[in-house]
């Protein structure tokens, strides 16, 4: 008996890499990257035990338990680099987030490379409202404004110890960026597992117009799609993409779960799409009747 969804996962989920320097007998995990997503209420706490989470560590009982914990663990484990996804969930006016951002700043002394992603960082907490310099390529910030923060200089100490990287969307009016998005749909499709997918599913036609209108270039806007698309193809037995079964999926992150609307995680597109049904316009009142009022004396 064939599940079809069971398969494709266990042909998508790669056994992690041993240790190189595995002791025999024992099971030791060679975790290059760590990934760990801010909460929307972050906490020194939950950010050592989600590490530890992710490298399959055991718990110390206290904060200073933990950090140690976090830091023997990411040497054992071989760990250069440590992504923090939707760190501008962190406030300024929050005491807890300023500690968590203060435990981001402690771990720097590691042999770890920090990768803070998030949308929007120039004017979000962490990182001030700054503008981009092309002649150093560096992000200007402005100066730190007194308000209701514990800690206004905890930006000021941020941003002079990392750079900026803008990630920005595909675009589709020049030869060059619309080669680059057909470029990372052909990726994509190399990469699916349906039954009847044939070449060219996402990258002949107009399918790449269409998934840059339907997303505005927005990577996760199309893994979205793309992911809802195939669970649909392989529940009705279609078992590819099409215009016509994308249509039919609109594009909803406010009901993914984790997501904060405050953080920018949840944009508002111009084509969400495809199913949404439109709102019926409300019919105005019959006005017909009305009294309009007596007319002048003087005209009767």
């Excluded at 398969?7 to 025999?24: C, E, K, Q, S, T």
């Excluded at 300024?92 to 992603?117: A, F, G, K, P």
Aim: with cysteine; hydrophobic share 35%.
């Amino acid at each position: 008996m064939r599940d079809g969804r069971r398969v494709r996962g266990l042909l998508a989920r790669p056994a992690p890499p041993a240790h190189p320097n595995a002791i025999p007998g024992t099971w030791d995990l060679f975790l290059p990257v760590a990934y760990y997503q801010t909460p929307v209420k972050a906490m020194p706490k939950g950010l050592c035990e989600a590490i530890l989470d992710f490298c399959r560590a055991p718990h110390a009982k206290t904060l200073r338990g933990l950090i140690r914990n976090v830091r023997e663990s990411l040497h054992a484990h071989c760990t250069t680099a440590l992504l923090l996804d939707d760190v501008t969930r962190l406030k300024m006016h929050r005491e807890d987030d300023q500690d968590t951002l203060d435990l981001i700043r402690d771990l720097m002394s590691l042999n770890v490379t920090l990768v803070l992603i998030g949308v929007n960082i120039p004017g979000s907490g962490p990182l001030r409202e700054g503008r981009h310099d092309p002649r150093t390529g560096q992000t200007v910030l402005s100066p730190v404004k007194r308000g209701r923060s514990h800690n206004d200089e905890a930006a000021n100490r941020t941003e002079r110890r990392f750079d900026m990287i803008n990630l920005d969307p595909f675009h589709y009016d020049t030869p060059v960026g619309i080669a680059a998005w057909v470029n990372h749909l052909a990726g994509i499709e190399d990469q699916r597992r349906l039954f009847r997918a044939a070449p060219g599913m996402l990258t002949d036609g107009t399918m790449p117009e269409y998934l840059f209108r339907r997303t505005e270039g927005i990577v996760g806007l199309l893994k979205r799609l793309i992911e809802d698309g195939c669970t649909k193809a392989m529940e009705n037995g279609q078992e590819n993409l099409t215009i016509d079964l994308l249509q039919e999926i609109p594009i909803d992150l406010g009901n993914v779960p984790g997501r904060d609307p405050g953080a920018g995680e949840v944009p508002v597109l111009k084509d969400g799409g495809g199913g949404a049904t439109p709102k019926r316009r409300r019919r105005g009142r019959n006005t017909v009747f009305d009294d309009q009022g007596g007319r002048p004396a003087a005209d009767a």
